[in-house]
C-alpha cells in the first residue's frame, strides 16, 4: 500500500508541472543556417542540434528564470536569459568568434623582418645574405622601397626625408649613436650585428604615438632571446677577426663577442682614390643577457662598445691647399635594460632604460673639433588588454640630450653647448571592430625644455580585410622632432619641426609571396632656413616642403624551387623650400626613381647559396653655380650589381664571399665646385665617389658546440 501512495503523488507533480517546447531558427548574420549548432538550457540535458534548414526544437520541464545556450564551432557562444512559462519560438544569430591569428593587421607603413611572425616581408636572417647589403642592417633596408640609395653617407633616407629623420629603437629604446663615424663623403655602417636580433620593424611612416622625435621613419630592433645552446663561434675576415661566446644556464644565456678590423691590409691590395695616412682601423665589443622569469615575463640587457681610427689626405678643389687632411678619432659607449612583465591573465608592463656616450675627435686642415654628447632613455609602457578585440597601450618616457663642442684653431679656442630634456606621454588604442576591420588611434604629448615648446601629435590608423589574402590600410599623423644639434649649437630659439603623413597600402599575401602597393603624402612645416648658419638671428623654423609618391614590393619565396627572390620599386616627388635654398627645389638626397632586385638560389646539393642584387636609382639634383637656375643639374645615374657566395663544407664551417660593383660602373653621387673662379671665369669642378671602385670581402665562419644545421645561417 506505501508504495503505491508513494508512486500516485510521483505522478501528480510530474502532471503538475506541464512539458513546454522551445523552437526556432538558428543562422548568422548573413542569415545563413548553422546546420549542426548546438541548443540547450543551461545546467540540463535539455536541447537540440540545427537541421539541415537551420531549425530546431526540444520539450522541456523546466520552468521560471533559465538561460539558453547556443554555440557553434567558429563562432561566440549565446546565452540568452529566459522565463519558461509556455511554449516559445526563437530566432536566433551568432556572432562569427574574433581570431587574433586571423584576424586583419596594420600594414601601412610597415616592413616587419620577424621569424615568428605570419606574414613577413624580410626575415632576419635576409639582412645578413643580401647581396650588396655586407651585413649591414642598413645596407638591407635600402633594397626595400620607400628608401633612397645615397651612396655616399651610408645611412637610411626615406620617402623625402634626410637620414635624421629616421629614429633607431632596440627593444623600444633609443639607439642613440647607431651609426659608426666616417668622414664627409665615406659611407657609414650600423654599429650592430645584425645577428643580435630576431626581428626588425621598419617603418617608413604612419608609425605608433609610442615613437617620437622622428618626422620620417622608425627603426626598432628587438633583440634575441634565451640562447637554446652554448656555443662559441669564431670568423676570419679578410678585414679582420671576430670571436663571440655564448653560454646557457636553465632560464637564462649570456653572450660576448670581440671584434677587431684593419683595413690597412686591403686596402694595399684595392686601388684607392684617396691617400690613407691611417687605414680605418676599428674595434667592438658586446655583452648580452637574457633570462626568463618564472611568471612568464623576461629581463634582457645590451651593452655596445666601440672605437675607431682612420686618417686619409684626398684632392679636392674646396680648399685653396687643394687636398683635404683629415684625421677622424671615435668611442661610442651603449648600453639598454627592460623588463616585460604580465600582469594578471593579459595585462603587460614594460619597463627600460638606455644611455649612449659618444665622442669626435676629427682634425680637418688644421682644425680641431671635439664633440663629445650624451644622451639618455628612460620608459614605462602598461599594455591592458579588454577581452580579445580591444587593447590599449599608453606610457610615459623621459629623453636626455647632452651636446658640448669645442673648436680650436691656432691658439683660439671656441666651445658651445646645451642639454634638454624631452618628457612624453602617449597612448594608442586598438580596436577590432571585426576580424575584417581594425582602427588604431593614438595621441602623443611632448615637451621639450630647450626649446621651451608642446605638442600634442594625434596618429591615427585603419586596416580592412577585403578576402582572406588581400587587406588596404590607411594610415595618418603628425611627427615632430628638435632640429639637429648642428643648429641648436648656434641657437635654441627654434621651434620643433613637423611633418604630416597619410598613406594608402594594399598587401595580399599567399603563402610565401607577398606584395605590396603603397602610395603617400608627406608635409613638411617649420623646417630650418638660415642666410648665415653661424648667425643665430638667421635661424628660423620657416622652411616648408613635401613628397609623394609610390612604392611597389613583391617577393616570392616558394614559387620556384629553391628560389628567393624580391622586387621594390619607388617613385617620388620631393621638394623643400628650407636651408639657404633660394628657392623651392629638390634636395641633393632625393631620386625620383629606386629600383632593387635581390635573387638568391640555395644548392642543398652542395650546400651553397648564391645571391645577386641589382640597384638602380636615377640621377640626383646637385647646385651646378656655373649654370642657371637652382638645384637643377642631375647627376648620371647610378647601377650596382652586388654578388655573394656561401659554402658549407662540414657542418659548422660557413665560407663566405661577396663584392659590390661587378660591372666596375661608374657611381657619381654628387659633385662639388671651388670656391671662386679659374682662369676661364668657371668653377672648378669634382666629382663625389667612394673611395674605391668596388668593395671585397672574404671569411670564413666557424661555430663550435652548436648541433642546428648551420647550412640555415646561409
Not at 616585460?340 to 627600460?352: K, Q, R, T, W
Not at 623654423?541 to 613628397?547: F, L, M, R, T, V
Not at 639634383?621 to 652586388?642: I, Q, R, V, W
Request: charge should be negative; glycine fraction near 8%.
Amino acid at each position: 500500500m506505501k508504495p503505491f501512495l508513494i508512486l500516485s503523488l510521483c505522478l501528480m507533480l510530474t502532471a503538475a508541472k506541464a512539458q513546454l517546447t522551445l523552437s526556432g531558427t538558428i543562422t548568422d548574420k548573413n542569415n545563413e543556417p548553422l546546420i549542426g549548432a548546438n541548443i540547450y538550457l543551461q545546467d540540463t540535458y535539455d536541447g537540440a542540434t540545427a537541421a539541415l534548414d537551420g531549425t530546431f526544437r526540444f520539450e522541456t520541464y523546466e520552468q521560471g528564470k533559465q538561460v539558453l545556450v547556443a554555440s557553434f564551432m567558429g563562432y561566440e557562444t549565446l546565452e540568452l536569459e529566459l522565463h519558461l512559462t509556455e511554449d516559445q519560438i526563437l530566432n536566433l544569430e551568432l556572432t562569427e568568434a574574433f581570431n587574433a591569428m586571423e584576424a586583419v593587421t596594420i600594414s601601412a607603413g610597415a616592413f616587419e623582418a620577424s621569424d615568428k611572425k605570419k606574414v613577413t616581408v624580410l626575415k632576419s636572417l635576409d639582412i645578413a645574405t643580401t647581396a650588396g647589403a655586407t651585413a649591414d642592417i642598413t645596407g638591407a633596408l635600402n633594397t626595400l622601397p620607400g628608401t633612397q640609395t645615397v651612396g655616399e653617407s651610408g645611412r637610411l633616407f626615406v620617402r623625402g626625408g634626410t637620414a635624421n629623420e629616421t629614429r633607431v629603437f632596440v627593444d623600444g629604446m633609443e639607439a642613440a649613436g647607431y651609426y659608426d663615424a666616417r668622414a664627409s663623403n665615406m659611407p657609414t655602417r650600423s654599429r650592430f650585428s645584425p645577428f643580435l636580433f630576431k626581428g626588425t620593424f621598419f617603418s617608413t611612416g604612419g608609425y605608433s604615438a609610442e615613437y617620437g622625435q622622428a618626422m620620417s621613419s622608425a627603426l626598432i630592433l628587438n633583440t634575441l632571446d634565451v640562447a637554446p645552446q652554448s656555443k662559441l663561434e669564431l670568423s676570419f675576415m679578410s678585414l679582420g677577426v671576430d670571436a663571440g661566446l655564448t653560454k646557457v644556464a636553465e632560464d637564462k644565456s649570456m653572450y660576448l663577442k670581440a671584434c677587431y678590423i684593419n683595413l690597412a691590409p686591403y686596402n694595399e691590395l684595392i686601388s684607392q682614390r684617396v691617400s690613407w695616412d691611417h687605414s680605418p682601423e676599428s674595434w667592438d665589443t658586446n655583452f648580452a643577457y637574457k633570462q626568463k622569469l618564472s611568471n612568464g615575463g623576461h629581463v634582457k640587457a645590451l651593452m655596445t662598445g666601440s672605437g675607431g681610427h682612420s686618417a686619409f689626405t684626398r684632392p679636392t678643389v674646396t680648399t685653396p691647399s687643394g687636398e683635404e687632411e683629415i684625421d677622424l678619432r671615435n668611442t661610442n659607449l651603449f648600453a639598454t635594460t627592460h623588463a616585460s612583465l604580465p600582469v594578471g591573465e593579459e595585462d603587460a608592463l614594460f619597463v627600460g632604460i638606455s644611455g649612449s656616450y659618444n665622442v669626435n675627435d676629427l682634425h680637418y686642415n688644421g682644425v680641431n673639433i671635439n664633440t663629445p654628447t650624451v644622451h639618455g632613455h628612460a620608459k614605462a609602457r602598461y599594455t591592458a588588454q579588454f577581452g580579445a578585440k580591444t587593447s590599449l597601450n599608453s606610457g610615459v618616457e623621459l629623453s636626455y640630450q647632452q651636446f658640448h663642442e669645442t673648436v680650436e684653431v691656432d691658439s683660439f679656442d671656441m666651445a658651445k653647448d646645451f642639454a634638454a630634456y624631452v618628457p612624453a606621454a602617449y597612448s594608442e588604442l586598438d580596436h577590432y571592430v571585426s576580424e575584417r576591420l581594425m582602427v588604431r588611434a593614438g595621441l602623443r604629448y611632448s615637451h621639450h625644455s630647450l626649446l621651451q615648446t608642446q605638442s600634442l601629435s594625434p596618429r591615427l590608423s585603419v586596416a580592412y580585410k577585403l578576402t582572406e589574402l588581400a587587406q588596404v590600410s590607411l594610415a595618418s599623423g603628425v611627427f615632430r622632432q628638435a632640429p639637429e644639434w648642428t643648429y641648436l649649437k648656434h641657437s635654441q630659439k627654434l621651434e620643433e619641426e613637423q611633418a604630416t603623413h597619410y598613406i594608402l597600402n594594399f598587401q595580399r599575401a599567399e603563402g610565401q609571396q607577398i606584395f605590396r602597393s603603397e602610395v603617400y603624402l608627406k608635409s613638411y612645416d617649420q623646417l630650418i632656413t638660415f642666410e648665415d648658419v653661424s648667425n643665430p638671428h638667421s635661424i628660423k623654423n620657416s622652411g616648408k616642403g613635401y613628397a609623394y609618391g609610390l612604392d611597389l614590393f613583391w617577393r616570392d619565396r616558394g614559387g620556384i624551387e629553391n628560389l628567393d627572390y624580391w622586387v621594390s620599386y619607388s617613385w617620388m616627388k620631393s621638394e623643400r623650400k628650407y636651408l639657404d635654398f633660394e628657392d623651392w627645389a629638390s634636395p641633393g638626397f632625393a631620386s625620383a626613381h629606386n629600383l632593387s632586385a635581390v635573387i638568391k638560389r640555395f644548392f642543398p646539393a652542395i650546400r651553397s647559396q648564391m645571391g645577386i642584387t641589382y640597384s638602380f636609382t636615377s640621377g640626383r639634383p646637385y647646385e651646378n653655380p656655373n649654370l642657371d637656375g637652382f638645384m637643377e643639374s642631375k647627376t648620371p645615374a647610378y647601377h650596382d650589381l652586388s654578388f655573394n657566395i656561401a659554402y658549407l663544407p662540414t657542418p659548422n664551417v660557413i665560407l663566405y664571399a661577396s663584392a659590390t660593383n661587378l660591372l666596375g660602373a661608374d657611381q657619381v653621387f654628387s659633385y662639388q665646385y671651388g670656391p671662386q673662379r679659374d682662369e676661364l671665369g668657371r668653377y672648378p669642378e669634382e666629382a663625389v665617389r667612394l673611395p674605391a671602385k668596388r668593395f671585397i670581402f672574404i671569411g670564413c665562419f666557424i661555430t663550435l658546440g652548436a648541433a642546428e644545421n648551420q647550412l640555415e645561417k646561409i
